[in-house]
Each structure stands twice: as C-alpha cells, then as structure tokens.
C-alpha cells in the first residue's frame, strides 16, 4: 500500500485556530470491537454515532495525519444543498438532481444538528451562494439553473452584473444566480469541533498510517509500530481509497491549492462598499472558487492536478500561489501582492458518474467516500448512516443512500491519468475568464 502523504502545516483555516496536540500514535497490538480508519469529517461522525449508540463498546479512531486537518480542514467551506458542477460533470436529469438535492438537504440539516449539539464556533453563516461567471457565454447555463431550481421550488434569484457588484464589492462577475440554501463555514473549525467533543468511549491514535489490511474474522490492520485486530472496520478515508487498495477502479483523487489572504484594512474594505460576508462558486467546472470570509479575508482556489504523490513541496505550492495570486488580482486590482498569508494544498475525490462510495465490502468491513466536492454535508451524513448500518439500524436516509447509483468502472492506468489530464485540460479552456 501507499504511505499516505504528509499533510502541508500551511493551511490558513488550520492556522488561524488555537493550535492542538497531536493525539498519541498507536503502538503494539490492540483488539477493538469498532475500528474507524479516517478521522475527517465522515470518520468523525462515524464515531460519534457509534459511540452514542454502543456506549459499552470500545472505538478505534485512527488518522495517518492529525485527526480533522485533511481534506475535511482543507475546503472552501461551502456546505452545498444545491450544485451546479459536481466532479466536473452535471446532473442533467429532473429526479437525479431531485434526489441529490434532497440528500444533499438533509446533510446540511445534520451538520447544523451537530454544531448546536456541541456548540462548535465555526462561524455558520447561513447568506447563500452565488454561481457566477465573468464569461457571458455561461449566462444560459445560468439561466437553465435558476430555472430548474424554481421548478424544485429552491429558493433562488437570477442576478445581473449591476446588483451582482453592489452584492459583492467587485466588478468582475456579469450574471449569477444566487442559492439561499446551505451554509458557509470555517472548516477546520468544524472539524476541531467534532474532534474535541468524541464521546468517551472512542479512543484517538493520530500520525497512524496504515501499512496493510487483512479481512477476516477478526480484521487485522498493521501500522508502523503495532497492528488492530478488530470485529468491524469503517474505511473512511475518501481520496486516499486507492492509496489503500482500495475502489481504486471507480475513484479517483485529484490534488486542490487554494490561498487565504490577511484580513483586510478598514480602506480595503471601503473598496468593496464595506460588504458582508459572500461566497462565489463558478458557473464552470474548473473556474475559480472565491470566498469572502466573515473575518474579512478572501479565499481563492482555481487550481486543480493530477498527483502521483498526492503532496506538493513549498517551492510548489508558491508556484500555485502565483497562479492564486493572478486570480485574485483581476478580482480586486486595488490589493497589494503580497496580500496572501497562507497557501495549501488538499485532496477530493471523483467518480467518472458522480456516483458516491456508500458500501460494505466485506462482512463487517464498510466503506465510504468519493464526495465529488460536495464533502462537509454528504461526508457527515454518510459517517453517521455507515455506522447505522453497521450496527444494523437502518433509517430511511440509509436505505435511500443504499439505493443510489454506485461508482462506475474507470480505465486502467495510464489511459485514466492521460483522460483526466486531458478533461481538466478543456475545462481550463472554458472556464479561461473565471480563473
């Protein structure tokens, strides 16, 4: 199996915490009734709704990494019910984006559960979204959205260049639809949050890699300095799944870099006419994602490769940041170039059909994962019914989950690399004046 990289320590929402020490790492041999490989946002919730449920049982919680700052620390922050590009394709027909919709709601409505449960300050700010392009071609696309989410009665509003500028402080965007559902939230936030508040009965190793599994009765999972034998075992590792051998014919991981700035000066934010807090998805597939946090620092990710290692160095990660930078300069021309304080770097996960991982693949072994950037909401909700269903406690989202489109057959290396290279490549092309 593939050592899992090393997460980059510049990730601006991490950064801007308190810091947190790392749990210890797990040593010698241990037995679990419940072992959790994965400590994002969909492991997270998997412990929490085992522990709940088994109080008696003991849970094994483990991350290659720190325990919340992968992927699930490492995204815009957008929890999405609506969606305009998923994994860089669409769903075009009435009842699938119905469907997808509905889960997607119902995520948003758990994830909200969780956060007054808890009380995690992760600043929730229920303002919407807006899908928009400064590329005019892209204002039918647009229109056919606003139009599909008032057949669904979704609350929505088409908006043109004039309103659109006084909405966000800059002038770069010509039309948007804007979505009034979901949330944007700090995302490191919320996954500190879920770690601080594990029930007692979950025990968390961190910087614990797995080097191999072994299916069985029990399964046995070895690390570095020591092995799990364990009854049941949720994978929860997402884009990591073929590093582990495992779905790595139906998904596939690509590597995301986004940059978060200083907070603005007071005569910045006179720039933009003092606005509140927005964020900006594009209405294409590979367009810059902007946001324009509460705190009053802009976010900007448009970039996205193919990764053998998964990781990139310091010197590559400045190069993503001047391609960050460029992006940022066409959308406040009146920001200095040094304005960016943080740049790092994150991993989704995609199928070739937008189809998720939601599965047991072996007795007493689950899988879950592939989120298609759609992760805070559907990558909560799915730890949460994975663990329903392993306990053998269905709920009608379980078996709706359940009855969902699986993942499709990819192509065999290196025909996969080429084609994707190959997509992102013309969705460049497209989305050339959103980036």
């Keep these: 199996m593939q050592i899992l990289p090393n997460n980059d320590n510049s990730c601006g929402w991490i950064e801007t915490l308190p810091p947190r020490s790392a749990n ?38 483990i991350d290659a990494n720190k325990a919340g700052e992968g992927a699930s620390s490492r995204n815009s922050g957008y929890l999405v019910d609506s969606t305009l590009n998923d994994g ?22 758990y994830v909200k559960s969780l956060i007054e449960k808890y009380s995690i300050d992760c600043d929730w700010n229920e303002c919407g979204k807006y899908y928009a392009s400064a590329d005019l071609n892209s204002e039918k696309k647009l229109k056919q959205f606003h139009h599909l989410l008032n057949d669904l009665n979704i ?28 949330a944007m939230l700090q995302p490191a936030a919320l996954a500190r949050g879920m770690v601080n508040n594990l029930p007692r009965n979950v025990h ?21 300095k020591g092995f799990i034998s364990a009854e049941n075992v949720i994978v929860a590792v997402n884009g990591f799944m073929p590093s582990l051998n ?13 940059s978060l700035t200083r907070p603005l000066t007071r005569q910045e934010q006179q720039q933009m006419n003092h606005t509140s807090e927005w964020g900006v998805l594009s209405a294409n597939p590979m367009g810059a994602t902007v946001r324009y946090t509460s705190d009053k620092r802009i976010m900007i990710r448009n970039t996205v490769d193919v990764s053998s290692s998964l990781q990139l160095s310091p010197s ?69 019914q994975i663990a329903y269903q392993a ?6 989202i379980t078996k709706a989950i359940i009855a969902r489109k699986q993942a499709s057959y990819l192509p065999p290396q290196p025909f996969l690399n080429i084609g994707v290279r190959a997509k992102l490549a013309i969705d460049r092309l497209h989305a050339k004046k959103d980036n």
């Design 24 to 61: 210890s790492t797990l040593m010698g041999e241990k037995h679990a009734k419940w072992l959790i490989i994965g400590a994002g946002y969909s492991g997270l919730s998997a412990a929490i709704t085992l522990a709940e449920n088994c109080p008696n049982d003991e849970i094994i919680l």
């Design 88 to 109: 860089h394709l669409s769903d075009t027909d009435f009842d699938a984006y119905k469907s997808k919709y509905e889960l997607n709601h119902k995520s948003v409505f």
């Design 155 to 182: 609350k929505s509003s088409l908006i043109e260049r004039e309103k659109l500028t006084q909405n966000l402080g800059i002038d770069f965007y010509k039309t948007a639809v804007k979505v009034y559902g979901g």
């Design 204 to 224: 968390l190793y961190e910087n614990t890699p797995v080097l191999s599994i072994s299916k069985g009765q029990p399964h046995k999972v070895i690390f570095q």
């Design 246 to 258: 495992i779905k790595k014919n139906r998904v596939f991981p690509l590597l995301l870099t986004a």
């Design 316 to 384: 590559e990660l400045a190069k993503k940041q001047k391609i960050h930078l460029q992006g940022l300069q066409k959308r406040f021309p009146f920001l200095p170039t040094d304005v960016f304080k943080y740049c790092w770097s994150g991993i989704t996960c995609i199928s070739s059909n937008n189809a998720n991982v939601f599965e047991q693949t072996a007795k007493n072994f689950w899988t879950i994962g592939c989120y298609n950037g759609g992760g805070i909401g559907l990558a909560t909700l799915f730890g949460q």
């Design 391 to 396: 306990m053998d406690k269905l709920q009608p």
